[in-house]
C-alpha cells in the first residue's frame, strides 16, 4: 500500500478536438487517485465519451499533457500503448465482445492473454459469471444474448482480471435497477478490497447516491466542475483486504 503512486492519472490543461472542428474539451486539468470512485455527469453531448477516450488511450488530446501510471502519454511511443492498457479494464457502451466466442470465453481472455494458470482461470470465470446472474448462460455466444446480458459479460471480462483502473460508459444502462445495483456493489468492492480506481460515465443521477464514498465529476459543454471537491483534494485511500472480488 504505501508504494502506491500519489496519483494514477494527471491531465494538465488538456484540449481535444476531431479535426478542425471546435474543441470538444477544453482546460481539463485534475488529478485522479488511486483507490477512489468517481462518478462522471453531464448531458448528453457534454464530453463524456470523449474524455472517457483520453482514459482509455483510444484518443490523443490535441494539446496539454497526460500522464498514467507514472507514465507521460504525450511522448510515450505508440508501440508502449499496449503494455500500459493492460492496467486497465474498460466497459463500452457497445459492449466490445468477441462475437464468436462464448460468454465464458469473452470474459476469459484477459487472464488468458495474461498467461493465468487454466485451472484458476475456470473458477474465476465461473465465480464472477455466478455473480452476475450468468452461470446458465456461459456457454452462450453473444448473438443469442439479451442487451442486457451482453452488458453484464462486459463487465465481467472488465473487472476479471482486477486492474488498476476501471472505467465505465453507462454501464447499467440496459440492465434493470436491481441488477445495476447489484453491479455497482461489484464495482465498490474491486474499488475496496483491490484498491482499483474506478470511473463510472453516467446520465442517471440517482445512481451517485448508491455508492457513498463516490466522487463527482460533472462535464457541461466541454468543461470540468467539481461539485464534491474531488478534483481537488485527494480522498482517503481505500480500504483492502485480501478478500477476492
Known sequence: MNDRPAEIVKFD?????????PEV?????????PGSFYFLTGASGAGKTSLLKLLYLAQRPSRGAIRMFG??????????????????????????LVQHLTAFDNVAL???????????VVKAVSDMLEWVGLAHRSHAIPATMSGGEQQRVAI???V??????????????????????????????LNHRVGTTVVVATHDVHLLKKVPDSLIMRLNKGQLSDPTGALRYPPRPATTSGSGV
Open 13 to 21: 490543461n488538456v484540449g481535444l478536438r476531431y479535426g478542425t472542428d
Open 25 to 33: 474539451l477544453s482546460n481539463l486539468s485534475f488529478t485522479l487517485y
Open 71 to 96: 507514465q507521460d502519454l504525450i511522448t510515450m511511443p505508440r508501440e508502449r500503448l499496449p503494455d500500459l492498457r493492460r492496467g486497465l479494464g474498460v466497459v463500452f457502451q457497445n459492449f466490445r
Open 110 to 120: 484477459p487472464l488468458r492473454l495474461a498467461g493465468a494458470d487454466e485451472k484458476r
Open 156 to 158: 465481467a471480462r472488465a
Open 160 to 189: 476479471i482480471a482486477r486492474p488498476k483502473m476501471l472505467i465505465a460508459d453507462e454501464p447499467t444502462g440496459n440492465v434493470d435497477p436491481e441488477m445495476a445495483l447489484k453491479l455497482l456493489r461489484l464495482f465498490e468492492a
